[in-house]
């Protein structure tokens, strides 16, 4: 038997208390997405807020060329739509699908309400969820200025498998040179040296992370200035739950990948 995705398997869902579980996870939607998807363009208001269960999403810059530039990875452990409460309502990147799972969907408007409750439980978790955001924007950007792309394939390999259930991950080489704003080849060859040393294997879109030790060797710091205060300020709690949560099951992809194959594409 399949075990359905919980919402308890996100990090921030699980970090809230159960009364505030109990007013905001009967509004969520779980949604299967694949990768490619869009989950919302530069600029757009944002509808929905997202919290992924089993997948990552890149928040990602894209150029007037087409080229793009990834400036944060969001897994289980955050959420997708801050501008919702920050205030802004829009935002000029783009959040793309980058392995295909679910995510728990729930309306700007219901999860604005929640945030604005007078016991502020969800508000205090959120700002130091954007702190965290914030670490990992800012050193992402020193990552990609002073250090190897050896060092940010390492460091970025990490962060996913972090992020993920299992430390295999579903993409192609140029797909995360799409992310880097590194050529395929650097990336490739980079990928060659991970594997000659153990750390990694790959084949056909499938990397798998054998030695998480020697892949911390051979990053850079970033990572462990991203992790440590991702973990400082989201610590992992977990909540016994005596009765089924009720959600909304929808099967349907919420966007087809051909909406990005553009931006894709590019080396």
Not at 17 to 37: A, D, H, T, W, Y
Not at 149 to 161: E, F, H, K, N, V
Request: proline fraction near 5%; charged fraction near 20%; hydrophobic fraction near 40%.
């Amino acid at each position: 038997m399949i075990k359905q995705p919980s919402p308890l398997q996100n990090r921030l869902l699980d970090s809230l208390p159960q009364k505030v579980q109990s007013r905001l996870i009967p509004k969520l939607e779980i949604m299967s997405i694949s990768q490619g998807s869009v989950l919302h363009e530069a600029a757009a208001n944002l509808a929905n807020v997202y919290f992924p269960v089993d997948n990552i999403i890149s928040l990602v810059h894209v150029l007037e060329n087409g080229e793009t530039s990834e400036i944060s990875v969001v897994g289980n452990e955050g959420m997708i739509g801050v501008s919702v409460f920050m205030g802004g309502n829009n935002t000029p990147n783009q959040a793309i699908v980058l392995t295909s799972g679910t995510v728990c969907r729930i309306s700007a408007q219901h999860f604005k309400d929640e945030f604005n409750q007078p016991d502020a439980i969800l508000r205090m978790l959120l700002l130091r969820y954007s702190q965290a955001l914030i670490t990992q924007m800012a050193q992402t950007l020193v990552c990609n200025r002073h250090h190897s792309i050896d060092q940010q394939l390492s460091r970025w390999l990490l962060m996913a498998a972090d992020r993920l259930p299992n430390n295999e991950i579903i993409m192609t080489h140029e797909l995360i040179a799409n992310m880097l704003g590194v050529r395929r080849e650097g990336i490739t060859s980079a990928a060659h040296k991970l594997k000659g040393v153990g750390a990694i294997e790959y084949h056909r879109g499938h990397i798998k992370v054998l030695d998480r030790l020697k892949l911390e060797k051979l990053s850079c710091e970033c990572y462990f200035v991203i992790k440590r205060e991702t973990d400082r300020l989201l610590p992992f709690h977990s909540h016994p739950q005596p009765d089924p949560v009720k959600t909304t099951i929808s099967r349907t992809p919420l966007y087809s990948p051909a909406t990005h194959a553009a931006s894709t594409s590019k080396t």
